[in-house]
């Protein structure tokens, strides 16, 4: 028997949304995709991308995968604003033709005690770690179902399970989004439309950069993070995106699938 491995895998034809696609995870999942044969909408917020001293990076990534022969457009969107991940979904929609798949990798957080966070700061999270998702989900999932396929990929976190105290309500608002995406895989699944959520550890990104400044602090950070003693990187997230995304994953639905060098066994 054959499999068609390499196919199984391919997502050729199909037509993504990456939230969060300029840097770190969301950007090596929209590489990923573009090479494995989709077309690609990246969505970025410029403001976080000047915060992270990389004004050009959804540029760069759109030209990346528009040199592998795909179609790459961006779209800028403040997920902080009510209405802007529904507006992000019909931008990309217009200029693909629809998508097929979504991927959510777009989050804030903040790291500090649980009495400091303010009210400012927890409408902050609210608005772009889950409104943003439900909006995104409102907008895209309908015409997923009217076409019979769709993928839904949630990037989670390993906090849902263990969470730091540091991350309270970054954790709690994942916990959320794992919940949500789990009860519309349950109600699409008739559909063609599988929902499912990818949830890293500690993964070397952009958001944890200053953290890797002491490289031997880095390294003793990543030595108690998990069994495997050491953070993951950002390609290390693709394997699993590709199968959650493909056809590969097409009997997968409302899965929680770990990529955390064993931190929810430890």
């Given at each position: 028997?054959?499999?068609?491995?390499?196919?199984?895998?391919?997502?050729?034809?199909?037509?993504?949304?990456?939230?969060?696609?300029?840097?770190?995870?969301?950007?090596?999942?929209?590489?990923?995709?573009?090479?494995?044969?989709?077309?690609?909408?990246?969505?970025?917020?410029?403001?976080?991308?000047?915060?992270?001293?990389?004004?050009?990076?959804?540029?760069?990534?759109?030209?990346?995968?528009?040199?592998?022969?795909r179609k790459a457009v961006r779209v800028a969107a403040?997920?902080?604003?009510?209405?802007?991940?529904?507006?992000?979904?019909?931008?990309?929609?217009?200029?693909?033709?629809?998508?097929?798949?979504?991927?959510?990798?777009?989050?804030?957080?903040?790291?500090?005690?649980?009495?400091?966070?303010?009210?400012?700061?927890?409408?902050?999270?609210?608005?772009?770690?889950?409104?943003?998702?439900?909006?995104?989900?409102?907008?895209?999932?309908?015409?997923?179902?009217?076409?019979?396929?769709?993928?839904?990929?949630?990037?989670?976190?390993?906090?849902?399970?263990?969470?730091?105290?540091?991350?309270?309500?970054?954790?709690?608002?994942?916990?959320?989004?794992?919940?949500?995406?789990?009860?519309?895989?349950?109600?699409?699944?008739?559909?063609?439309?599988?929902?499912?959520?990818?949830?890293?550890?500690?993964?070397?990104?952009?958001?944890?950069?200053?953290?890797?400044?002491?490289?031997?602090?880095?390294?003793?950070?990543?030595?108690?993070?998990?069994?495997?003693?050491?953070?993951?990187?950002?390609?290390?997230?693709?394997?699993?995106?590709?199968?959650?995304?493909?056809?590969?994953?097409?009997?997968?639905?409302?899965?929680?699938?770990?990529?955390?060098?064993?931190?929810?066994?430890?």
């Amino acid at each position: 028997m054959r499999f068609g491995a390499k196919s199984l895998f391919s997502v050729e034809g199909r037509r993504a949304l990456v939230t969060g696609g300029s840097v770190s995870i969301g950007r090596a999942v929209a590489l990923a995709l573009g090479e494995a044969g989709a077309d690609v909408a990246i969505q970025y917020s410029p403001a976080a991308d000047v915060a992270f001293a990389l004004p050009d990076a959804s540029e760069a990534t759109r030209s990346e995968i528009a040199a592998l022969g795909r179609k790459a457009v961006r779209v800028a969107a403040d997920f902080g604003s009510a209405g802007e991940a529904g507006r992000c979904v019909r931008d990309a929609e217009a200029a693909l033709g629809g998508i097929d798949i979504l991927v959510i990798a777009a989050s804030v957080q903040s790291r500090e005690e649980f009495g400091e966070v303010t009210r400012d700061e927890i409408a902050r999270q609210v608005a772009v770690n889950f409104n943003a998702t439900v909006e995104l989900l409102q907008a895209a999932l309908p015409d997923m179902a009217r076409r019979g396929w769709g993928r839904v990929l949630s990037i989670g976190s390993v906090n849902q399970l263990r969470p730091e105290p540091q991350l309270a309500v970054y954790a709690a608002l994942k916990a959320a989004q794992a919940n949500l995406v789990n009860n519309l895989a349950r109600q699409y699944a008739s559909t063609g439309v599988t929902l499912n959520t990818l949830s890293p550890g500690l993964v070397a990104t952009e958001r944890n950069r200053w953290r890797r400044e002491d490289a031997v602090a880095w390294a003793e950070i990543g030595r108690r993070a998990n069994p495997m003693g050491r953070a993951g990187t950002p390609d290390e997230m693709v394997g699993a995106a590709l199968l959650l995304c493909s056809d590969a994953g097409r009997y997968i639905t409302g899965a929680n699938l770990y990529v955390d060098g064993g931190r929810n066994i430890a």
